[in-house]
């Protein structure tokens, strides 16, 4: 398996254990007012973060070369300035909004060249044009 599966496993993980710790936090606190970030942190962290890491591991040679490793880089700093900053705007920090709104780009930014990596040929490098899916 590829070390760009790997780490993207690992974060997923580590996004899991987040995102149940503040859906614990709720429960035990009754206040379900960031709902929203455990939402996020689940989702985006574990869940697109563990596809993002099966799609690597079944295609070993899209996983090479500097292109998908800052695109992991790009989506993973997003995803948890993201959390953080959506975490503390929902309880209340409105000054976070600007904040949530640049990490979600920054997020989306990743997703865009996830989008790149899986539509380049593969082993095409950072200079590629994408193709459709065969």
Do not use: C, D
């Not at 590829?2 to 149940?20: D, E, K, Q, W």
């Not at 865009?112 to 040929?121: C, D, K």
Request: proline share 4%; net charge positive.
């Amino acid at each position: 398996m590829p070390g760009l599966s790997h780490l993207y496993f690992r974060s997923a993980i580590v996004f899991l254990i987040v995102g149940i710790s503040v859906g614990i936090h709720m429960s035990v606190s009754g206040n379900h007012n960031v709902i929203g970030a455990h939402a996020h942190i689940n989702l985006l962290g574990w869940v697109t973060s563990a596809l993002f890491g099966g799609y690597y591991a079944l295609n070993p040679a899209k996983a090479t070369g500097r292109l998908p490793m800052v695109q992991y880089f790009i989506y993973t700093i997003g995803v948890v300035i993201m959390g953080v900053s959506l975490y503390l705007l929902l309880q209340g920090n409105l000054g976070m909004e600007p904040i949530v709104a640049a990490s979600s780009l920054i997020t989306f930014a990743g997703v865009l060249l996830f989008a790149w990596v899986v539509f380049m040929p593969a082993g095409a490098g950072v200079h590629a044009t994408p193709r459709a899916a065969e």
